[in-house]
């Protein structure tokens, strides 16, 4: 196997070991035996299994930006925009139901919280057209002139919510369902 191959490997194998048995249930043993390489290769790739986790996190992190900038309307008004990303975001998840399991560990963990401080405090650099949109939003006066974090809370925590619904089974969510759920979160925030 190639090295990059072998990154590429112990990436998967960490992200679907987290997605199925947390990252308590997720021993680098078996991260590497997953993977097939040999144990102690997975330290020629990451430090420890807390870089292993973050940059997993990266990876994914970049899988969704690059989903949510492809064919972004960005001349276009806030509401159009946002209702391409939140549906581009419900779409990338339901197709990805153990990136969006580990993605949901990630967030709900001591990980996810220093992420998101520093998310809001805007310490991350990279792409972050959340925040841009919800500040051109709020500025435009088109948005409820709320605190970052609740506008995320409102528009994308029932967006998350819905899709671990739609996950596990209690909901389906087709073409008309996705449309009406991002109006419903789009109604939570707008003026």
């Known amino acids: 196997m190639e090295k990059a191959d072998k990154r590429c490997a112990i990436i998967r194998a960490a992200l ?47 899988r969704i930006v690059e989903t949510v900038t492809k064919r972004y309307p960005g001349d276009r008004p806030v509401r159009e925009r946002f209702l391409h990303v939140g549906e581009a975001l419900i779409r990338y998840y339901i197709g990805s139901p153990l990136e969006f399991r580990f993605l949901e560990q990630f967030h709900n963990s001591p990980f ?32 409820k002139d709320l605190p970052l974090v609740i506008l995320f809370a409102l528009s994308f925590g029932p967006i998350l919510t819905v899709v671990r619904d739609h996950v596990l089974g209690f909901v389906i969510l087709d073409n008309t369902l996705i449309s009406r759920t991002l109006e419903a979160c789009w109604d939570g925030i707008r003026r």
């Open 16 to 62: 679907e070991l987290v997605a199925e048995h947390g990252f308590h249930g997720a021993p680098m043993s078996m991260v590497s035996e997953k993977a097939g390489v040999a144990a102690g290769t997975i330290y020629c790739y990451f430090d420890n299994k807390e870089t292993l986790i973050r940059e997993t996190y990266g990876y994914l992190e970049g």
């Open 112 to 143: 996810g919280v220093e992420h998101r401080r520093d998310k809001f405090m805007g310490k991350r650099g990279g792409c972050d057209i959340f925040r841009e949109l919800f500040e051109e939003g709020v500025s435009q006066q088109v948005m």
